[in-house]
T-cell receptor, first 113, second 114 residues
């Protein structure tokens, strides 16, 4: 099946810094990708829809200025957590769809200290 | 709005016993339905999906699920669980254009009793 790769798989950063997470579709083109957030022992919550060549669409309650999304090409979407705080520590997962199915990345564990 | 409900937060079954995880959905049209499994600290693995056709779908690892429109349910079953099945299980519905946007249920944690 299709492969979606996230990088990095884990990152530790200091409070106040920004962190960029990459999501790549390795063997297919994805005009739309999705970013999810998962707190410990909780479900995945959709944060935003990343649209190639246009602005991302954010779900209600997600701060677009805090979670910057850029979908510069058909195979790459990035999520930047700006001015990170400890409460942003979470597991972030992206997904991309080939013509038949949505595929998920392996996730990025972000810890803000 | 689309939503998925998994009423059981945590289930424990004995190894070799049968398993059924419940899932109810809310969706205006014919839903695209999925079951995913997540091991601790890991990403998601698709177990099975329903788009149309036969309402009993077979998945990987011996899992199956049955779509029941009248009950708005898509319960996951396995006749005999193995210790390696211990994980978090998420039911999900596909929404939006081509069902690309996946809406997840709250998950059910499965523990296996030796």
């Amino acid at each position: 099946g299709a492969v979606v790769s996230q990088h990095p798989s884990w990152v530790i950063c200091k409070s106040g810094t920004s962190v960029k997470i990459e999501c790549r579709s390795l063997d297919f083109q994805a005009t739309t990708m999705f970013w999810y957030r998962q707190f410990p022992k909780q479900s995945l919550m959709l944060m935003a829809t990343s649209n190639e060549g246009s602005k991302a669409t954010y779900e209600q309650g997600v701060e677009k200025d805090k979670f910057l999304i850029n979908h510069a090409s058909l195979t790459l979407s990035t999520l930047t957590v700006t001015s990170a705080h400890p409460e942003d520590s979470s597991f972030y997962i992206c997904s991309a769809r080939d013509p038949s199915l949505a595929f998920f990345g392996q996730g990025t564990r972000l810890t803000v200290v | 709005a689309q939503s998925v409900t998994q009423p059981d937060i945590h289930i424990t079954v004995s190894e070799g016993a049968s398993l059924e995880l419940r899932c109810n959905y809310s969706y205006g049209a014919t839903p695209y339905l999925f079951w995913y499994v997540q091991s601790p600290g890991q990403g998601l693995q698709l177990l099975l999906k329903y788009f149309s056709g036969d309402t009993l779908v077979q998945g990987i690892k011996g899992f199956e699920a049955e779509f029941k429109r009248s009950q708005s349910s898509f319960n996951l079953r396995k006749p005999s669980v193995h210790w390696s099945d211990a994980a978090e299980y998420f039911c999900a519905v596909g929404a939006g254009s081509s069902a690309s946007k996946i809406i997840f249920g709250s998950g059910t944690r499965l523990s296996i009793r030796p």
